[in-house]
C-alpha cells in the first residue's frame, strides 16, 4: 500500500453484514502500509459466485480527496440466487501521515 500510497498511515474499514435468515454480523479490516493495496471483502453467502464487496474505488477516491471518513452501502457483486445474497453497510477511517 506504501507504493500506492504513501500519505496514508492506515486504513480502518468496519462492515455490517445483512443477510437474510441470518443476524447481522461485524466484521473489522485494517490496512497498514506495509499492506497490499487491495480492498477487497469477501461475500459471506454460500454458493456465492465470484461475489464480494469491492472497496477499492471508495477508498481510491477517499484517499484523492483526504477524506478521513465515509460511510455507505454496498451489495454483493456475485452471482447466485439473490436471495442468498448479502450486503453491507460499511465505514472506512483513513489515517494521513
Ligand atoms: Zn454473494
Do not use: W
Not at 435468515?21 to 454460500?46: E, H, M, N, Q, W
Amino acid at each position: 500500500m506504501a507504493d500506492h500510497f504513501p500519505e496514508v498511515a492506515g486504513i480502518d474499514i468496519s462492515m455490517t453484514y445483512n443477510q437474510k435468515g441470518i443476524r447481522s454480523l461485524l466484521r473489522t479490516f485494517s490496512f497498514s502500509p506495509s499492506s497490499y493495496a487491495y480492498f477487497k471483502v469477501d461475500c459471506l453467502c454460500k454458493d456465492c459466485n465470484g461475489g464480494g464487496f469491492d472497496l477499492t474505488q471508495v477508498i481510491t477516491g477517499m484517499i484523492r480527496n483526504r477524506r478521513k471518513a465515509t460511510k455507505g452501502e454496498l451489495s454483493c457483486l456475485g452471482e447466485g440466487p439473490a436471495a442468498d445474497h448479502s450486503a453491507v453497510v460499511y465505514e472506512v477511517a483513513i489515517r494521513y501521515t
